[in-house]
């Protein structure tokens, strides 16, 4: 029992790890996104406009599995 927990937490702790290396690389590609965004606002505003609500959409999408998938392992 003791090896078992001894495992998880070194699981835990090696996926906190990862999940901050994660966090590092977006916050980066994050700041990318929002020139790209700038760039095509400049370039385009009204493509960039209709592109900038269709992905809204998918959002909302998202957000609503994702709502359903928390509210079914509650």
């Keep these: 029992m003791i090896i078992q927990m001894n495992n998880i937490k070194k699981n835990y702790q090696k996926s ?9 690389i977006r916050s980066k590609n994050n700041v990318k996104w929002m020139d790209l965004l700038r760039l095509s606002l400049k370039l385009n505003p009204k493509k960039t406009a209709k592109l900038l609500f269709q992905i809204y959409a998918y959002d909302q999408q998202i957000s609503e599995i994702a709502k359903e ?3 079914t392992n509650k």
Excluded: F, G, S
Aim: cysteine-free.
């Design 16 to 24: 906190l790890k990862l999940i901050n290396k994660i966090q590092k």
């Design 69 to 71: 998938l928390a509210d």
